[in-house]
Nanobody
Framework: QVDLAESGGGLVQAGDSLRLSCVFS????????MGWFRQAPDKDRELVAE???????YDADSVKGRFTLSRDNAKNMVYLQMNDLKPEDTATYYC????????????WGQGTQVTVSS
């Protein structure tokens, strides 16, 4: 069983930075694809960024140039560095893991709240 736990959310002002962290446990981390999703009130959950087991990354257009996703296989950690935050980045952010043989994210953390004031 994969367990994920996020941390690092908070209340910041527009233009500030935050780093979200996610610790993975229960299976061999380096084999899993990892992603960060977010969900704002009354909106669908959306993919923010993802990283494959091989280290390839994808960023949503809305965060390109501002957010950076990275992983540390030695520590079973994935990070989302968020710079130049905007009020529209306000959401609950979720860490997710994708089994090596799956095309969908089957494991989710509990979420961490990010609130950006203008």
């Amino acid at each position: 069983q994969v367990d994920l736990a996020e941390s690092g959310g908070g209340l910041v002002q527009a233009g500030d930075s935050l780093r979200l962290s996610c610790v993975f446990s229960g299976r061999t981390f380096r084999l899993y694809g990892m992603g960060w999703f977010r969900q704002a009130p009354d909106k669908d959950r959306e993919l923010v960024a993802e990283i494959t087991s091989g280290g390839s990354t994808y960023d949503a257009d809305s965060v390109k140039g501002r957010f950076t996703l990275s992983r540390d296989n030695a520590k079973n950690m994935v990070y989302l560095q968020m710079n130049d935050l905007k009020p529209e980045d306000t959401a609950t952010y979720y860490c997710a893991a994708k089994h090596p043989t799956s095309s969908i994210y089957g494991y989710w953390g509990q979420g961490t709240q990010v609130t950006v004031s203008s």
